[in-house]
């Protein structure tokens, strides 16, 4: 069992950062496809960004959703078994719960949202003036 509590949320200007992180405990995430999925309030999950795991199929891989890309970016710290969400140039648009998850061996890259066996709880990120 992987448990994954997520932290680094809060109230953010427009164009303001922020970074989250995912905290793993039970396993080491090193061995993990670790993915931020965000669900703004009224819409659906939408898978962020995920990172691959150090070895498996898709080893040394990395996706940005189009959203994101240029603004927000993911790393490990295998050391702290952690995985961080760095986002900058927040928009409105990015407010959302974000939860992380994990998942030991995608079917396919990127990951469906419905692969991923662990989650956290969430953290909310509000972006707003």
């Known amino acids: 069992q992987v448990q994954l509590v997520e932290s680094g949320g809060g109230l953010v200007q427009p164009g303001g950062s922020l970074r989250l992180s995912c905290a793993a405990s039970?396993?080491?995430?090193?061995?993990?496809?670790v993915a931020w999925i965000r669900q703004a309030p009224g819409k659906q999950r939408e898978g962020v960004s995920c990172i691959s795991s150090e070895d498996g199929s898709y080893a040394g891989s990395i996706y940005y959703a189009d959203s994101v890309k240029g603004r927000f970016t993911i790393s490990r710290d295998n050391a702290k078994n952690t995985v961080y969400l760095q986002m900058n140039s927040l928009k409105p648009e990015d407010t959302a719960v974000y939860y992380c998850?994990?998942?030991?061996?995608?079917?396919?890259?990127?990951?469906?949202?419905?692969?991923?066996?662990?989650w956290g709880q969430g953290t909310q990120v509000t972006v707003s003036s």
């Open positions: 998850a994990a998942v030991k061996i995608p079917g396919r890259w990127p990951p469906e949202l419905l692969e991923y066996d662990y």
């Open positions: 039970g396993r080491s995430l090193n061995y993990y496809v």
